[in-house]
Structure formats: structure tokens, C-alpha cells
């Protein structure tokens, strides 16, 4: 089992930015891809980034430009750089990590960003 613990989320105005992280139990060459979902309110769950153990990224258009995915493979912590934030942007943030060996996702329980004036 592999817990995935996000911090890092809260309320923002309009053009700010915030820096979420996630940290997994797992020790890192256990670990492949690791991503950031979101979820806002009476929407399904979308995909905002995604980042391999390679350092290969991959961002939702509505972002690219804006944030930035990140990963410590010493701490096995993915980051989420958010700048120029929008009320668009808010919605629950979900990371998800995937076990290498046996292709398992686990996700977090998710941080709530708000993006309001």
C-alpha cells in the first residue's frame, strides 16, 4: 500500500500563486509516473499534470504556461507550481502516483484551492 499525502492548498486571489506538494510512502524506484488531478464542483476529474521518473512532462492545455510539475526523486515528492491563477483554477487537487511493479494507482485524498477575490 502506498500512501499519498498533498499539502500545500488554500485560498488565493485572482493572479496569485500557490506551490502544492505531494509526498508518497513509497521509496522512489518503486515509483513511475506521478501526476496532479483536479475535480471542481459538478465536474468530472481532469487530468493537469503529469511528470515521469524521467523528468518527461505533460500538461492540460488549460494550464500550460502557467504551471509547472516537478519531482524530487529523493523525497519522493511531486510539486505543482501554480502562478496566474484563475477562478477557473479552482477545484479539488488530486495527486496519483503509479507503483512500478505491480502498475497500481494510489491516489491522495486531495486539496481544495480556491481561486476567488
Known amino acids: 500500500q502506498v500512501h499519498v499525502v498533498e499539502s500545500g492548498g488554500g485560498l488565493v486571489h485572482p493572479g496569485g500563486s500557490l506551490r502544492l506538494s505531494c509526498a508518497a510512502s513509497?521509496?522512489?524506484?518503486?515509483?513511475?509516473?506521478m501526476g496532479w488531478y483536479r475535480q471542481a464542483p459538478g465536474k468530472q476529474r481532469d487530468l493537469v499534470a503529469m511528470?515521469?521518473?524521467?523528468?518527461?512532462?505533460n500538461y492540460a492545455d488549460s494550464v500550460k504556461g502557467r504551471f509547472t510539475i516537478t519531482r524530487d526523486n529523493n523525497k519522493n515528492t511531486v510539486y505543482l507550481q501554480m502562478n496566474a491563477l484563475k477562478p477557473d483554477d479552482t477545484a479539488v487537487y488530486y495527486c496519483t502516483v503509479k507503483h512500478l511493479w505491480t502498475g497500481m494507482d494510489y491516489w491522495g485524498k486531495g486539496t481544495l484551492v480556491t481561486v476567488s477575490s
Open positions: 513509497e521509496s522512489d524506484n518503486r515509483i513511475g509516473v
Open positions: 511528470i515521469t521518473r524521467n523528468g518527461a512532462t
